[in-house]
C-alpha cells in the first residue's frame, strides 16, 4: 500500500475523485438506458383481424431480433466498460486536470454508442452501418488506455494497481472491434459477431495472467 509521500503533492486545481465518479457513473447510466430506446415496436395496421394482427404482431418482433441482440451487446460492452472503469478509479489516488481532461475524453467515446448502435441496428448489413459501431469501440478503448498511460507515467495510483491486466483487457477490446471493423469491409452482414470473442477471451485472460 503506497503512502501519501510516494505520489504527486496534491495541487489546488486538482478534481476531486468524488466528482469524477459521479460525472462518468451519470454518463454510463444514461448512455445504457438510451440503449433500449432502439428497440422501438413498428406500427402494426388496426382492423386486420386477430389472426391478421398476431401474424404482424409476431412478424414485428421477428424483425427486431437483430436489434435486440445489437442490443443486448452493446449492453454488455457498455457494462464491463463502466466495471473496466470503475476498477481503474479504486486505485487512483490523485486527479490532476490532465486526468479529468482525459475521463471527459473517455466518456464523450462512450456517449457515442446509441448512436453507432442506432446506426448499426439499422444498417448492419453493409459496411456503412458497421464500422462507425466498431471504430466508435475502438475510441472507448483508446481513450481508456491513454488514462491508463497517463496514471502510470504520473504515478497517480498505487504501486498495487492492477494496470498491466486492465492494459491488456483494453487493447484486447481494441483489437476484437478492429477485426469488426475490417470484417465490415468484407463481410458486413458478420462483422458484427466478432465481439462475442470477447466473451470468450477476456475469462481465459483472467486465469492464464497474473495480476499486478
Do not use: C
Not at 92 to 114: C, E, G, H, I, K
Not at 139 to 151: G, K, Q, R
Amino acid at each position: 500500500m503506497p503512502t501519501e509521500e510516494s505520489l504527486p503533492a496534491a495541487d489546488a486545481q486538482d478534481i476531486p475523485l468524488s466528482r469524477l465518479h459521479g460525472l462518468s457513473d451519470g454518463v454510463f447510466a444514461i448512455v445504457m438506458t438510451l440503449l433500449v430506446l432502439q428497440l422501438n415496436l413498428p406500427e402494426v395496421a388496426r382492423g386486420l383481424g386477430e389472426v391478421a394482427e398476431r401474424a404482424a404482431v409476431n412478424q414485428a418482433l421477428i424483425d427486431l431480433l437483430g436489434k435486440l441482440a445489437i442490443y443486448v451487446l452493446t449492453f454488455l460492452v457498455t457494462g464491463l466498460s463502466w466495471l473496466s472503469h470503475s476498477r481503474l478509479y479504486t486505485f487512483v489516488r490523485r486527479s490532476d486536470q490532465r486526468l479529468a481532461f482525459l475521463n471527459v475524453l473517455y466518456l464523450m467515446t462512450v456517449s457515442l454508442l446509441p448512436f453507432s448502435a442506432a446506426v448499426l441496428g439499422a444498417h448492419g448489413g453493409v459496411q456503412a452501418g458497421v464500422w462507425p459501431y466498431a471504430l466508435n469501440q475502438m475510441l472507448i478503448s483508446a481513450a481508456y488506455v491513454l488514462m491508463l498511460s497517463y496514471v502510470r507515467v504520473h504515478a497517480l495510483v498505487g504501486t498495487h494497481a492492477p494496470i498491466r491486466m486492465l492494459a491488456i483487457r483494453a487493447w484486447l477490446n481494441l483489437a476484437v472491434f478492429a477485426v469488426m471493423g475490417l470484417l465490415a469491409f468484407v463481410q458486413p452482414s458478420i462483422a458484427w459477431f466478432a465481439p462475442v470473442l470477447l466473451g470468450v477471451v477476456q475469462p481465459l485472460l483472467s486465469r492464464l495472467l497474473p495480476h499486478d
